[in-house]
């Protein structure tokens, strides 16, 4: 797998403190491999519930059965609401390539519309289903899409973690840095900071993580959207790993007849 929020297997701060750098001789690049290659398994497949709150304490909470499973070093994922009813049976089906310079294909499936819609270009950089992330944080991001710097190693939450600090080697990136906290027992990003060139946009945040089947799983975590001041928490349950499943689901061509 690639980098990423892994939100699909995919999930109060205490003050972070610097400390010795030990472990400094990993590069910034070495560390984020660490999390790409961090093992989860041939095949996920979670419950997740997505909760979202305005600044005035208004929540919408919505509920997704989400599938993925890995085509050699590619993932398939294949995310379909199940309730509220507005958006039951709307499905979200990605395709993340390890090809570094393959764009990866992503489609919206709006059964209300009767509509597929492909998810491209400045599209990524709209919010997913009215959320703090973005269709692109929804997908993985290739090592070395990105340089990266080790800036240190810091104490978060009682788990030590390195921090690197990533900016994009492409045009017109979507951020103009991301500052990443990896947990070193885990390989976990377990916190990371989105900037654009006027500061600070958004804090995603892991409030609890743990072993399912031998893999480590974020199960509770959250994306704070600082500039709207709108937060996104997702749940991950029923979590589970190497499963039976038919990759024929993970086919644009079988949208229009996802079941929720």
């Known amino acids: 797998m690639r980098y990423g929020w892994m939100v699909l297997g995919v999930f109060m701060l205490a003050l972070p403190f610097r400390v010795q750098a030990e472990g400094a001789e990993l590069t910034g690049r070495e560390v984020m491999v660490r999390v790409d290659e961090r093992p989860n398994g041939d095949n996920r497949s979670a419950i997740l519930t997505m909760t979202l709150e305005d600044s005035r304490g208004g929540r919408r909470v919505r509920e997704m059965?989400?599938?993925?499973?890995?085509?050699?070093?590619?993932?398939?994922?294949?995310?379909?609401?199940?309730?509220?009813?507005?958006?039951?049976?709307?499905?979200?089906?990605?395709?993340?390539?390890?090809?570094?310079?393959?764009?990866?294909?992503?489609?919206l499936w709006m059964p209300a519309l009767r509509r597929i819609r492909r998810i491209s270009g400045a599209a990524r950089r709209e919010r997913f289903m009215g959320s703090d992330f973005s269709y692109d944080d929804m997908g993985k991001r290739h090592v070395d899409q990105d340089t990266h710097i080790l800036e240190g190693v810091e104490e978060l939450d009682g788990f030590v973690c390195w921090v690197v600090l990533s900016r994009s080697v492409g045009e017109d990136p979507a951020y103009e840095k991301v500052r990443y906290w990896v947990r070193k027992d885990a390989d976990l990003v377990v916190k990371a900071e989105y900037y654009d060139r006027d500061g600070l946009l958004k804090v995603f945040r892991v409030r609890k993580a743990e072993k399912v089947q031998g893999f480590w799983t974020v199960l509770h975590s959250e994306m704070n959207d600082t500039v709207r001041r709108h937060r996104t928490i997702m749940e991950n349950r029923e979590t589970s790993y190497d499963t039976d499943m038919d990759p024929e689901i993970f086919s644009p061509a079988r949208l229009r007849q996802v079941q929720p």
């Open 65 to 107: 059965r989400s599938r993925s499973m890995d085509e050699g070093r590619d993932v398939r994922t294949l995310m379909v609401f199940l309730q509220p009813g507005d958006v039951r049976g709307t499905a979200f089906l990605s395709y993340d390539y390890h090809e570094l310079d393959k764009e990866d294909d992503k489609w």
